[in-house]
């Protein structure tokens, strides 16, 4: 969902992606593209998210002694190559490109996210009939 910070009525989900498709709109006649900034790399808080809750211990990484992986510096990564969780990144990814017509993302900790998925989010991207970025 996006930023409810910018719609004019910020606790109403509808005007925020029905104002937000107006801004992706009015950027592209502009003759601009729209990047997005998405953390797939970790969450806030492992313990109380809800991938955790869905499946404990599968969404995350973790170092042979049981601690998480830090790699992002939050105390916690997104095993990214586990299959759901890739699956939910391609869907979010998909999502942005067909409902909001995003052109492109921009990926925070990137190094994070393992090679297969960044090359389906690729192969994904140059589907679009307009140029997409990452």
Known sequence: ???GSYASNLSNPITRIIECKQMIQSIHEAGM???IDVVFNHV??????TFEKLVPEY????HENGSVSNGSGTGNDL???RKMARKFILDVVDFWLKEYLVDGFRFDLMGLVDLETMKQIQSRCS????????
Not at 44 to 49: D, K, L
Not at 127 to 134: I, K, L, T, V
């Open 1 to 3: 969902m996006p930023e």
């Open 33 to 35: 593209s729209v990047i």
């Open 44 to 49: 806030f808080q492992y313990e109380n998210s």
């Open 59 to 62: 969404y995350f990484r973790f």
């Open 79 to 81: 095993a990214t190559e």
């Open 127 to 134: 589907q679009e009939n307009r140029p997409s970025y990452f």
